[in-house]
């Protein structure tokens, strides 16, 4: 006996098409996970009230993104875990989850349901969201804020030749390469800063070429280890004045008050011309 193929579905073939496409109806499709759809399609989601792990489970937004089509049901299984809705291994074409995700807040939370398409052959084809807003849960985090450079003061950066140099020195002190290092970062990344100038200075006390050949040499000292930490050399000046400009006026009669009491005008000043904006 032959069946013929008729060209005009009957009575019962067309109810079952219109309550199929009735019950197809209820669900948009997503994108595949990290693409955009030509066009929607109908995806049918299972009632979250049945899945068997109701609360659902919170997963590796890593692990997420790195769904992809063409992947196999091993390997869908090794990186998203057992699926929700009591789906087997073989023989079905798509797997459900449900996924919890944090929201800022870090105690709330969100809950999404994915989807796992396959075809005959257990190769994954597509990804789909409900609501398709979690799709979003893909998206790269926005790269970090960097934060704003500290500007250099509009006073000058004063550091004690005494604590820099040893007596009579131009050779910065283990102390002295501790206290630059502690305005090298300061320094370094103020980016508004278009050029530093490093001056020396010492005391009255002495000749005044030696001052100012000394307050030179520290003045070097200070710009080369600023160098060496970072900061353009062409943006560096280096100058000594010897006793000009002094902070403090001393007429103490002892020679070591006297030292004692000019010790502020034993200084090496660093300060920045400022680009403005």
């Given at each position: 006996m032959m069946f013929q193929r008729t060209s005009r579905p009957g009575p019962f073939a067309a109810s079952l098409i219109l309550v199929l496409a009735a019950g197809l109806a209820g669900c948009r499709s997503t994108a595949p996970a990290g693409e955009s759809p030509a066009a929607d399609t109908l995806v049918s989601f299972p009632d979250a009230s049945k899945a068997s792990l109701k609360e659902g489970t919170y997963p590796d937004v890593a692990d997420l993104r790195r769904f992809a089509p063409g992947m196999s049901k091993r390997q869908l299984y090794a990186l998203l875990g057992t699926p929700h809705f009591n789906e087997g291994m073989w023989g079905v074409r798509r797997w459900n989850y449900l996924f919890n995700f944090r929201t800022a807040q870090g105690a709330e939370y969100f809950t999404c349901q994915f989807q796992?398409?396959?075809?005959?052959?257990?190769?994954?084809?597509?990804?789909?969201?409900?609501?398709?807003?979690?799709?979003?849960?893909?998206?790269?985090?926005?790269?970090?804020?960097?934060?704003?450079?500290?500007?250099?003061?509009?006073?000058?950066?004063?550091?004690?030749?005494?604590?820099?140099?040893?007596?009579?020195?131009?050779?910065?002190?283990?102390?002295?390469?501790?206290?630059?290092?502690?305005?090298?970062?300061?320094?370094?990344?103020?980016?508004?800063?278009?050029?530093?100038?490093?001056?020396?200075?010492?005391?009255?006390?002495?000749g005044a070429d030696y001052n100012q050949r000394l307050s030179q040499r520290r003045a070097e000292s200070v710009r080369v280890a600023l160098v060496q930490g970072g900061v353009p050399a062409q943006a560096i000046s280096a100058e000594g004045r010897g006793a000009a400009d002094p902070l403090v006026e001393c007429t103490q009669r002892s020679q070591r008050e006297l030292i004692a009491c000019l010790a502020p005008n034993r200084r090496v000043q660093i300060a920045g011309t400022a680009r403005l904006d």
């Amino acid at each position: 006996m032959m069946f013929q193929r008729t060209s005009r579905p009957g009575p019962f073939a067309a109810s079952l098409i219109l309550v199929l496409a009735a019950g197809l109806a209820g669900c948009r499709s997503t994108a595949p996970a990290g693409e955009s759809p030509a066009a929607d399609t109908l995806v049918s989601f299972p009632d979250a009230s049945k899945a068997s792990l109701k609360e659902g489970t919170y997963p590796d937004v890593a692990d997420l993104r790195r769904f992809a089509p063409g992947m196999s049901k091993r390997q869908l299984y090794a990186l998203l875990g057992t699926p929700h809705f009591n789906e087997g291994m073989w023989g079905v074409r798509r797997w459900n989850y449900l996924f919890n995700f944090r929201t800022a807040q870090g105690a709330e939370y969100f809950t999404c349901q994915f989807q796992v398409e396959f075809d005959g052959k257990g190769i994954a084809q597509a990804g789909h969201w409900k609501p398709q807003a979690c799709a979003a849960v893909l998206d790269p985090p926005p790269p970090p804020v960097a934060a704003a450079p500290a500007p250099l003061p509009a006073q000058p950066l004063r550091l004690s030749a005494d604590a820099l140099f040893g007596f009579d020195s131009d050779v910065l002190s283990q102390e002295g390469q501790t206290a630059v290092q502690g305005v090298l970062a300061q320094v370094r990344e103020a980016s508004q800063v278009q050029s530093i100038q490093v001056v020396g200075y010492t005391d009255r006390i002495g000749g005044a070429d030696y001052n100012q050949r000394l307050s030179q040499r520290r003045a070097e000292s200070v710009r080369v280890a600023l160098v060496q930490g970072g900061v353009p050399a062409q943006a560096i000046s280096a100058e000594g004045r010897g006793a000009a400009d002094p902070l403090v006026e001393c007429t103490q009669r002892s020679q070591r008050e006297l030292i004692a009491c000019l010790a502020p005008n034993r200084r090496v000043q660093i300060a920045g011309t400022a680009r403005l904006d």
